[in-house]
């Protein structure tokens, strides 16, 4: 068996482990969240939201690294995929949700953010080859990518740093149909439905 974790990892490059570093930057946040969540405690609030340009950060630095080691590989392209899903779309989601979003269309809307973002990285996974050009480089992303989405814990960041989170979440609160409803959840909405557009077209650098 120890054999067996031995020989994946020796089939890991460089930049393979700088993607892991975003999926534990994204997997910190979560659980730092969640500590918010149960505290209240500011500090923790901060410190997620402080592991998204980080999660960035390692998103980047491992393109780079594998186009200048010129290592690309399949196991590669999910292993980004896997991590953006947790640092870019269940982390903002969660912190989201830790700052107030709580209400039940606020949750649906969270849902929905995620499933988006799922969506999007299995769609550019499934169509990257059709869409590369001859040198084998994505010449354009449909869609906005999902690291774009650190644009909403920025938000959320500044948020609570005017002290608008919480029971003071900014743009108030709604009631429609039963359910609860944060006009700052429609962020999300909009982020979402950005990432699954099909005729949204964005050079890939």
């Not at 067996?4 to 997997?27: E, P, Y």
């Not at 499934?126 to 690291?147: D, N, Q, R, S, W």
């Not at 709604?174 to 699954?196: E, Q």
Request: contains cysteine; hydrophobic residues 50%.
């Amino acid at each position: 068996m120890a054999s067996t974790h031995f020989s994946m990892i020796r089939q890991f490059q460089l930049a393979d482990f700088l993607t892991l570093g975003n999926a534990a930057c994204g997997t910190g946040a979560i659980f730092l969240a969640m500590l918010y969540a149960a505290t209240g405690a500011p500090a923790w609030f901060f410190a997620a939201a402080a592991l998204a340009p980080l999660a960035f950060g390692f998103d980047v630095a491992d393109g780079y690294v594998a186009r200048w080691r010129n290592q690309h590989s399949a196991l590669g392209r999910e292993l980004d995929s896997l991590a953006d899903v947790i640092s870019f779309g269940v982390a903002p989601a969660t912190l989201g949700f830790a700052a107030g979003l709580r209400g039940g269309w606020d949750a649906l809307v969270l849902v929905y953010f995620v499933c988006c973002g799922v969506s999007r990285l299995a769609r550019f996974n499934v169509t990257a080859e059709k869409l590369a050009t001859a040198e084998g480089k994505v010449a354009y992303f449909e869609g906005t990518p999902i690291p774009t989405s650190i644009v909403l814990t920025g938000c959320l960041a500044l948020a609570g740093w005017t002290g608008h989170i919480g029971d003071g979440l900014i743009g108030g609160k709604a009631a429609l149909g039963g359910w609860t409803l944060h006009p700052l959840s429609l962020l999300y909405l909009v982020s979402g439905s950005l990432m699954i557009s099909k005729t949204l077209r964005i050079p890939k650098p």
